[in-house]
T-cell receptor
Framework: QKEVEQNSGPLSVPEGAIASLNCTYS??????FFWYRQYSGKSPELIMS????GDKEDGRFTAQLNKASQYVSLLIRDSQPSDSATYLC????????FGQGTELSVKP | EAQVTQNPRYLITVTGKKLTVTCSQN?????MSWYRQDPGLGLRQIYY???????DKGDVPEGYKVSRKEKRNFPLILESPSPNQTSLYFC???????????FGPGTRLTVT
């Protein structure tokens, strides 16, 4: 079992819809969780961090954490073509462990 | 401007020819790391450094060397590159106590 698992996608949503990206992790002791966005050919950039159960909102982005289910998700409301990218989930287990990423495509 | 720089950005080389990829950051960060990114495997840590002269292996260190003689620089050395080291490489840095990493622009390496 991979330590951090994501569906590789591609996930395709129409412009204006909600995109839902999911991530599961294997280490129940993980405490900190991050979402990075990576445009094609570019480096990852941090867009959200979440440390406690529940939701954390930042503009059109909402991160959701459920430690009991070992599940973290990223919702993107009112998706725009500019949101098309690969989204990487990362958890702390002494160091940052990355998932393989989910490719999101937002169609105009 | 706060940034992490890497050079070269693109490199094509042949098996066995030693190469160095440089990484430099201007944010006075203590932690620096090297990652490789491969399709379907995500980002995997090669080596990391917690400060000057302190380095340690990551998840995939075989075939790589690093050094940290100055706080701002963290070069990645491939002494005898092989085709399975063809990959996209990222350098990253962060301040101690934070896991917010700043990534360099990446180096695409092809070993033939």
């Amino acid at each position: 079992q991979k330590e951090v698992e994501q569906n590789s996608g591609p996930l395709s949503v129409p412009e204006g819809a909600i995109a839902s990206l999911n991530c599961t992790y294997s280490d129940r002791g993980s405490q900190s969780f991050f979402w990075y966005r990576q445009y094609s050919g570019k480096s990852p950039e941090l867009i959200m961090s979440i440390y406690s159960n529940g939701d954390k909102e930042d503009g059109r982005f909402t991160a959701q954490l459920n430690k009991a289910s070992q599940y973290v998700s990223l919702l993107i409301r009112d998706s725009q073509p500019s949101d098309s990218a690969t989204y990487l989930c990362a958890v702390i287990r002494g160091k940052l462990i990355f998932g393989q990423g989910t490719e999101l495509s937002v169609k105009p | 401007e706060a940034q992490v720089t890497q050079n070269p950005r693109y490199l094509i080389t042949v098996t066995g020819k030693k190469l160095t990829v440089t990484c430099s950051q201007n944010m006075n960060h203590e932690y620096m790391s090297w990652y490789r990114q491969d399709p379907g495997l995500g980002l995997r840590q090669i080596y990391y450094s917690m400060n000057v002269e302190v380095t340690d292996k990551g998840d995939v260190p075989e075939g790589y060397k690093v050094s940290r003689k100055e706080k701002r620089n963290f070069p990645l050395i491939l002494e005898s590159p092989s085709p399975n080291q063809t990959s996209l490489y990222f350098c990253a840095s962060r301040i101690a106590g934070s896991y917010e990493q700043y990534f360099g622009p990446g180096t695409r390496l092809t070993v033939t």
